[in-house]
């Protein structure tokens, strides 16, 4: 499985960005798919996350500090997840990763099992 993150940059507070990765390789519709971020001296930490199954699948997951500003989404056909970041904070700024797991979902960064390589996000008050 190959991941491919893109669309972060450099924004002001209040603006938003939508980040992208596109999967590729065997991917199947019972993996999950997460969005991690981490910021200069800080943990990994868990964004949001979602399957990447079919329409029976209702799963889609945030942290409570993104929870009304970020919305997950995914296109099926693509292997693609979009990561549409609203109302952009300082404390947003981070490397942004995706992630996916061939497994239950979790929030936990040790549990994932292929890893993209991160999209710069900055967002200057």
């Known amino acids: 499985v190959q991941l491919q993150a893109s669309g972060g940059g450099l924004v002001q507070a209040g603006d938003s960005l939508r980040l992208s990765c596109a999967a590729s390789?065997?991917?199947?519709?019972?993996?999950?798919m997460g969005w991690f971020r981490q910021a200069p001296g800080k943990e990994r930490e868990f964004v949001s996350g979602i399957w990447l199954g079919g329409d029976y699948r209702s799963y889609a997951d945030y942290a409570e500090s993104v929870q009304g500003r970020f919305t997950i989404s995914r296109d099926y056909a693509k292997h693609t997840v979009y990561l549409e970041v609203d109302s952009l904070k300082p404390e947003d700024t981070a490397v942004y990763y995706c992630?996916?797991?061939?497994?239950?979902?979790?929030?936990?960064?040790?549990?994932?099992?292929?890893w993209g390589q991160g999209t710069q996000v900055t967002v200057s008050s």
């Open positions: 992630a996916v797991r061939k497994g239950t979902s979790t929030r936990r960064h040790q549990e994932y099992d292929y």
């Open positions: 390789g065997r991917i199947f519709g019972n993996d999950v």
